[in-house]
């Protein structure tokens, strides 16, 4: 069976914090709710959008947390268009991932981004080839359910005990374990190593480097 090694995108690839803030806020001002405090929607990161604005406004009714969510996706689209989203590559990301498709694995993503926005952000960073697989909350259900790595497994011709799932949050670790692969947390993300290891992570790698070393050790 192959290998795979599939990677969330917010917090994981790409450090993308102050544009998820900035559109949620303005979705909060024009729903006419107070904005949430910048810790409580770094903590949602990684669900997808109507279980994120459900867990920052839980008193809302499901019809407001759709709206919102939608809402959102106008709000950061019109960031876009106006030239103010910026989704660096955390350091060190690019050689971790250039490593593990040198070492022989195949890579993924599995994220609460639309499919029009992770091609944007992969695109942009020259590295939509690496990946074999793309899943997306476009086609599944929100993180930790397992569905979008089962799909990617499906795609790849992987199976849970030759897949890792790599992320920053405990949405991520929570996923891997029901999906039955190896969780491999990493640091530099929106959750800190305490509480992915809590969660059940396998692995925690406090750098890029880190992360190459452990999938070495785990081909």
């Known amino acids: 069976m192959n290998r795979l090694a599939v990677f969330d995108c917010d917090g994981t690839l790409v450090d993308s914090q102050a544009n998820i803030c900035d559109a949620m806020e303005e979705t909060f001002a024009r729903a006419g709710l107070p904005l949430p405090e910048r810790d409580a929607v770094r903590r949602i990161v990684g669900l997808s959008l109507v ?3 459900r867990a920052l406004h839980p008193a809302g009714d499901p019809e407001l947390h759709h709206a919102m969510a939608q809402d959102y996706k106008g709000c950061f689209h019109a960031l876009r268009g106006r030239g103010l989203v910026a989704e660096p590559l955390f350091d060190g990301i690019a050689d971790a991932i250039a490593s593990a498709d040198g070492d022989g694995w195949l890579l993924g993503v599995a994220t609460g981004k639309s499919d029009r926005g992770l091609n944007l952000c992969l695109a942009h960073h020259g590295i939509a080839d690496r990946f074999v697989t793309l899943q997306t909350a476009d086609r599944h259900p929100s993180k930790p359910h397992p569905s979008m790595l089962i799909q990617a497994m499906a795609d790849a011709g992987a199976v849970p005990e030759t897949t890792v799932m790599i992320g920053d949050t405990r949405f991520d670790i929570a996923m ?7 969780a491999i947390g990493v640091a530099w993300g929106y959750h800190d190593a ?3 290891h809590a969660e059940g992570a396998d692995h925690v790698a406090r ?4 992360l190459s070393a ?3 050790e785990l081909k």
């Open 214 to 216: 452990i999938l070495k």
């Open 176 to 182: 891997a374990k029901a999906a039955g692969a190896t």
């Open 194 to 196: 305490d509480e992915l």
């Open 51 to 53: 279980e994120a604005v």
């Open 207 to 210: 750098h890029p480097a880190d």
